[in-house]
Nanobody
Framework: QVQLVESGGGLVQPGGSLRLSCVTS????????MSWYRRAPGKERELVAS????????NYADSVKGRFTISRANFRNTVYLQMNSLKPEDTAVYSCNAQNGPYNYWGQGTQVTVSS
């Protein structure tokens, strides 16, 4: 049974930081590209960051470059998203995604709210 469980979201003031985690099970984690997506109210889902199976390659949305860092710990079947210098426009539900060829799995998401 495939599971992706996100945690670490919450309410934070502008300029603050959060670290999201996504713990996975039920598939061979190191075979999958892992990504974080977000969906803000009234907007389309967007790709925030992704990381290759062994962490060699990463890419980021322009809106988060220099502020967010994606990483993974294959021995823990876990992917992380360190978010610094948060802005109100980062408010969204953040979901992790695992992708390998035709196989595509999603977590339920965690809410991040940036507000004073």
């Amino acid at each position: 049974q495939v599971q992706l469980v996100e945690s670490g979201g919450g309410l934070v003031q502008p300029g603050g930081s959060l670290r999201l985690s996504c713990v996975t099970s039920g598939f061979i984690f190191s075979d999958y590209r892992m990504s974080w997506y977000r969906r803000a109210p009234g907007k389309e889902r967007e790709l925030v960051a992704s990381i290759s199976p062994f962490g060699v390659n990463t890419n980021y949305a322009d809106s988060v470059k220099g502020r967010f860092t994606i990483s993974r710990a294959n021995f823990r079947n876990t992917v992380y998203l360190q978010m610094n210098s948060l802005k109100p426009e980062d408010t969204a539900v953040y979901s992790c995604n695992a992708q390998n060829g035709p196989y595509n799995y999603w977590g339920q998401g965690t809410q991040v709210t940036v507000s004073s």
